[in-house]
Antibody, heavy 119, light 107 residues
Framework: EELLLESGGGLVQPGGSLRLSCAAS????????MSWVRQAPGKGLEWVSA????????YYADSMKGRFTISRDNSKNTLYLQMNSLRAEDTAVYYC????????????WGQGTLVTVSS | EIVLTQSPGTLSLSPGERATLSCRAS???????LAWYQKKPGQAPRLLIY???SRATGIPDRFSGSGSGTDFTLTISRLEPEDFAVYYC?????????FGGGTKVEI
């Protein structure tokens, strides 16, 4: 069974930093592109960032460019999202998701980790 | 950026009824690369349909997708109690990847 388990969420002050992790199991992690997608309270889904299987290519939504950094450690089957200069509007549940055939759609998703940016 | 507009915002139906959900794109979706997801509170989104009409593994055949260009539809032929949820469309043919605002299917 393919599983994704996020961690690292929590309460952080505006301007602060946080690093999210996503541990993958049940598939050959290094052969799949991965993404982060978020959902703010009461809002819809928003794609955040993606990374190729070998980590050589990264992509970001415009509002996250320069503040967020996606990375992966294929030896540890783990995906990361380093978030800096956090704003109140970054408050959301952050999901990691696998891209079948590096396609751009997502299956499966993790259960998510909540990030709250507040003073 | 492609904006996806889902309608209606809320669909009030009963078990056994047919649900028809619409997703309209602000411009043509390249190669009809459109997906649908089901989202329940406190749960991870679940992929239902990819490539406009291909059902994901394990998805019952009461779920079907259709459309092309800018207009796409998710149909649930006979609603089961577990189908009451929020449904999102997503396009993956153009960068950046974008989602619709969601349609809530409620009893």
């Amino acid at each position: 069974e393919e599983l994704l388990l996020e961690s690292g969420g929590g309460l952080v002050q505006p301007g602060g930093s946080l690093r999210l992790s996503c541990a993958a199991s049940g598939f050959t992690f290094s052969t799949y592109a991965m993404s982060w997608v978020r959902q703010a309270p009461g809002k819809g889904l928003e794609w955040v960032s993606a990374i190729s299987g070998d980590g050589g290519k990264t992509y970001y939504a415009d509002s996250m460019k320069g503040r967020f950094t996606i990375s992966r450690d294929n030896s540890k089957n783990t995906l990361y999202l380093q978030m800096n200069s956090l704003r109140a509007e970054d408050t959301a549940v952050y999901y990691c998701a696998k891209e079948p055939r590096s396609s751009g759609y997502f299956d499966p998703w993790g259960q998510g980790t909540l990030v709250t940016v507040s003073s | 950026e492609i904006v996806l507009t889902q309608s209606p915002g809320t669909l009030s139906l009963s078990p056994g009824e047919r649900a028809t959900l619409s997703c309209r794109a602000s411009q043509s979706v390249h190669n009809n690369k459109l997906a649908w997801y089901q989202k329940k509170p406190g749960q991870a989104p679940r992929l239902l349909i990819y490539g406009t009409s291909s059902r994901a593994t394990g998805i019952p055949d009461r779920f079907s997708g259709s459309g092309s260009g800018t207009d796409f539809t998710l149909t649930i032929s006979r609603l089961e109690p577990e189908d009451f949820a929020v449904y999102y469309c997503q396009q993956f043919g153009n960068s950046p990847l974008t989602f619709g605002g969601g349609t809530k299917v409620e009893i």
